[in-house]
T-cell receptor, first 114, second 113 residues
């Protein structure tokens, strides 16, 4: 079974600064995918970014980038130039190839201060 | 383009009653997932379908839970009888062919009294 660990229950960040959210994972599979989702206070789950285990480049999507370190089994999310609208819960998730379900971490709450 | 649609958005019911949650996936998506989110257990997969066929229901808590997908545009999750511990947010998500991303609906917030 896959395990996702997010060790930071909550973080504060100043507007316009960057923030890094930690995610480590445990799997014996060689082929897998890593995801980050955002859940604002309204409750919906918003897809942010995806990284495949065989992707050589770190994934980027606008202000979001994924710092993928395969040997360390970490997939940290970096949000650059934080905005007040970035205040939300952020979930790291993983799926192994040939199994389509996502396993989620416990989440990290980010609060952006003006 | 409409996203995943779930209904109702909120449901309050009494213990012992039947509850039916509904989901319309994004058109053209061939995978559909039901997740449950609670404070204690976080987000966990209940069941998923591929082309309307249930593939993995190992996350369904017990026989009180059942899910169906009669066609490509509709799925239901039924709880009968409901119990207070079923109180949670239930998400439906769908995935397009050949892509990794699962797109989530807005969720149904269920409260069983």
């Amino acid at each position: 079974a896959q395990k996702i660990t997010q060790t930071q229950p909550g973080m504060f960040v100043q507007e316009k600064e960057a923030v890094t959210l930690d995610c480590t994972y445990d799997t014996s599979d060689q082929s897998y995918g890593l995801f980050w989702y955002k859940q604002p206070s309204s409750g919906e789950m918003i897809f942010l970014i995806y990284q495949g285990s065989y992707d050589e480049q770190n994934a980027t999507e606008g202000r979001y980038s994924l710092n993928f370190q395969k040997a360390r089994k970490s997939a940290n999310l970096v949000i650059s130039a934080s905005q007040l609208g970035d205040s939300a819960m952020y979930f790291c998730a993983m799926r192994v190839i040939n199994d389509y379900k996502l396993s989620f971490g416990a989440g990290t709450t980010v609060t952006v201060r003006a | 383009d409409a996203g995943v649609i779930q209904s109702p958005r909120h449901e309050v019911t009494e213990m012992g009653q039947e509850v039916t949650l509904r989901c319309k996936p994004i058109s053209g998506h061939d995978y559909l997932f039901w997740y449950r989110q609670t404070m204690m257990r976080g987000l966990e997969l209940l069941i998923y379908f591929n082309n309307n066929v249930p593939i993995d229901d190992s996350g369904m808590p017990e026989d009180r839970f059942s899910a169906k997908m009669p066609n490509a545009s509709f799925s239901t999750l039924k709880i009968q009888p409901s119990e207070p511990r079923d109180s949670a947010v239930y998400f439906c998500a769908s995935r397009p062919p050949g892509e990794e991303t699962q797109y989530f609906g807005p969720g149904t917030r269920l409260l069983v009294l």
